[in-house]
């Protein structure tokens, strides 16, 4: 399965690939919305990890964007973002998000296993 990782973060960007890619996962790595864009256009990824504060463009802008595309708004989309208010939650959900993590809320190992249960399912 291939999955775009959007984070800005480069240490949390670095640990999700490199669990991702040891659970035999593809991964790329978008360091900001923009490049998101671009590069879910030419990467074709089956999942996107998308973060919300990110550069250039927000991470709402870059759902919306993904959802609105007729070759990539099928690509379930999960938010991984440090915004947990239920506005923020409700928001990506309203938007297309398939599903909503509070990184601080949850440790890299769960979200991993959740994204492994999904390629199963």
């Known amino acids: 399965m291939k999955i775009l990782i959007v984070e800005d973060?480069?240490?949390l960007a670095f640990v999700l690939k490199e669990k991702l890619d040891k659970?035999?996962?593809?991964?790329?790595v978008a360091k900001d919305g923009e490049a998101a864009i671009a590069l879910a256009h030419a990467y074709k990824?089956?999942?996107v990890l998308l973060?919300?504060?990110?550069?250039k463009k927000d991470g709402f802008s870059v759902l919306k964007d993904l959802k609105a595309d007729p070759e990539l708004g099928m690509?379930?989309?999960i938010v991984l973002s440090n915004l947990g208010e239920d506005e923020n939650i409700k928001k990506a959900f309203a938007?297309?998000?398939?599903d909503y993590f509070v990184k601080s809320q949850?440790?890299?190992?769960?979200?991993?296993?959740?994204?492994?249960?999904a390629r199963i399912s």
């Open 9 to 11: 973060e480069e240490s």
């Open 23 to 28: 659970s035999g996962f593809e991964t790329k």
């Open 45 to 47: 990824p089956e999942l």
């Open 51 to 55: 973060d919300l504060i990110l550069p």
């Open 75 to 77: 690509v379930p989309v």
């Open 95 to 98: 938007l297309g998000a398939k």
């Open 106 to 117: 949850h440790p890299i190992n769960e979200i991993v296993e959740k994204i492994e249960a």
